[in-house]
């Protein structure tokens, strides 16, 4: 069965005065399987402390060509400097994509269903006021041209999430499953501390959207 692992390895590191505020680490991993045809499309549109990239997959007949469905995912990930702070901000992004990206990533415009996660956390001098915002965005949209597709929450904690896609077919067949999954890991150097993770969450199941904050 035809599987697809698209990665991205992302570190900003926060320096200020000859010293590391802050380590800021996200990992995203897309893994799809299916019996039909995998495409996966890949656009970068990072720029300077900001990793944004934008990933798709496409299922689609081996013999008609004709598209199954797809899902799209942004990743955006940055580090803030808060008021008079003032940092130097390294950021590190390395993607591995297998099968290699065949063209662009393009935004579903009418998804099925979609989910939006949103996690924060800031950084701190000991005892003092925040200097610093760590930021990781996950969007993530799924489309079925024929049967059904599905979006599901399996893991959302402070450091993980996971997220179960599954297409299928009229009948109610799997036609493909595939697994988004974000992990975060901030830590913060000498003089400085992490404060509280703040995770907003949205969801739309193509009926009803719900906005979650923890």
């Not at 320096?15 to 505020?21: I, L």
């Not at 297409?167 to 400085?192: C, E, I, N, P, W």
């Not at 501390?193 to 199941?205: H, L, P």
Request: charged share 25%; aromatic share 4%.
């Amino acid at each position: 069965m035809p599987t697809t692992n698209d990665n991205r390895s992302i570190k900003i590191t926060a320096n200020s005065a000859g010293v590391t505020a802050s380590d800021f680490q996200v990992d995203f991993a897309a893994s799809f399987s299916s019996d039909s045809a995998l495409t996966l499309n890949f656009t970068d549109k990072s720029a300077d402390a900001c990793d944004r990239t934008h990933h798709e997959v496409v299922i689609s007949d081996p013999a008609t060509g004709s598209e199954i469905g797809r899902s799209w995912i942004k990743v955006k990930v940055l580090t803030k400097e808060l008021g008079d702070f003032s940092a130097t901000l390294d950021r590190i992004g390395r993607s591995t994509i297998d099968p290699p990206a065949a063209g662009e990533a393009n935004k579903i415009r009418d998804p099925s269903t979609s989910d939006l996660r949103r996690w924060a956390q800031p950084v701190a001098q000991s005892g003092g006021s925040n200097v610093l915002r760590n930021v990781a965005v996950v969007e993530a949209m799924s489309s079925s041209a024929a049967g059904s597709v599905s979006q599901t929450l399996r893991t959302n904690d402070a450091s993980e999430l996971l997220i179960a896609v599954d297409f299928s077919d009229a009948r109610g067949g799997t036609v493909a499953s595939g697994t988004l999954t974000l992990t975060t890991t901030a830590t913060a150097g000498a003089g400085y501390e992490v404060g509280k993770v703040v995770i907003t969450d949205t969801e739309d199941d193509g009926d009803s959207t719900r906005r979650v904050i923890r």
